[in-house]
T-cell receptor
Framework: GQNIDQPTEMTATEGAIVQINCTYQ??????LFWYQQHAGEAPTFLSY????GLEEKGRFSSFLSRSKGYSYLLLKELQMKDSASYLC??????????????FGTGTKLQVIP | NAGVMQNPRHLVRRRGQEARLRCSPM?????VYWYRQLPEEGLKFMVY????????ESGMPKERFSAEFPKEGPSILRIQQVVRGDSAAYFC??????????????FGPGTRLTVT
């Protein structure tokens, strides 16, 4: 099975930088996704990492270390609209022979003025 | 709109009734996933389907819940004899299995089920 851990809640100040960590334990690892979910809405895709290193996309960056089973999502120049839950999801080849994506429970980020 | 479509967006059922939730995947996607989300909680995987085939139903309750994805038409999540505990948001997602970002899941807007 898979085990995905991320903090339950975080608070950060508008204009600041925040890092949301995700650790995972799985066999057959084949990629990690980050999704954003505003309250009452569907999750939307933010990033995908399969190789070690940093992927940058505007104010958002995502980092992966496969050897450490660790990823983080970095949000810069925080805006009030960034208040949302951030979901870490791991893709892995499971015993059934197919790629399964498993979601963490999400980190609820509150941005304060 | 080429995105994932779900209907109805809101569904109210009395205890004991049946709920049918529909999901049409994105054009070109042949894989569908259903998730349940309780208020203030994470996404809980329920079932993963291809056309006419259930790949993984390890997250489905053993009783009252069933899912299908027929050759033609939308995927259906069916909940029989609903109870108050079934009240939740049910999200459908779809994916392709080829391409650079294969298995990236695109989510529909969800169906909010309320059992009274």
């Amino acid at each position: 099975g898979q085990n995905i851990d991320q903090p339950t809640e975080m608070t950060a100040t508008e204009g600041a930088i925040v890092q949301i960590n995700c650790t995972y334990q799985t066999s057959g690892f084949n990629g990690l996704f980050w999704y954003q979910q505003h309250a009452g809405e569907a999750p939307t895709f933010l990033s995908y990492n399969v190789l070690d290193g940093l992927e940058e996309k505007g104010r958002f960056s995502s980092f992966l270390s496969r050897s450490k089973g660790y990823s983080y999502l970095l949000l810069k120049e925080l805006q009030m609209k960034d208040s949302a839950s951030y979901l870490c999801a791991v893709r892995a080849l499971n015993s059934g022979g197919y790629q399964k994506v498993t979601f963490g429970t999400g980190t609820k980020l509150q941005v304060i003025p | 709109n080429a995105g994932v479509m779900q209907n109805p967006r809101h569904l109210v059922r009395r205890r004991g009734q049946e709920a049918r939730l529909r999901c049409s995947p994105m054009k070109g996607h042949s894989h569908v996933y259903w998730y349940r989300q309780l208020p203030e909680e994470g996404l809980k995987f329920m079932v993963y389907l291809q056309k006419e085939n259930i790949i993984d139903e390890s997250g489905m309750p053993k009783e009252r819940f069933s899912a299908e994805f027929p050759k033609e038409g939308p995927s259906i999540l069916r909940i029989q004899q609903v109870v108050r505990g079934d009240s939740a948001a049910y999200f459908c997602a779809s994916s392709s299995i080829s391409g650079k970002r294969s298995y990236e899941q695109y989510f529909g807007p969800g169906t909010r089920l309320t059992v009274t």
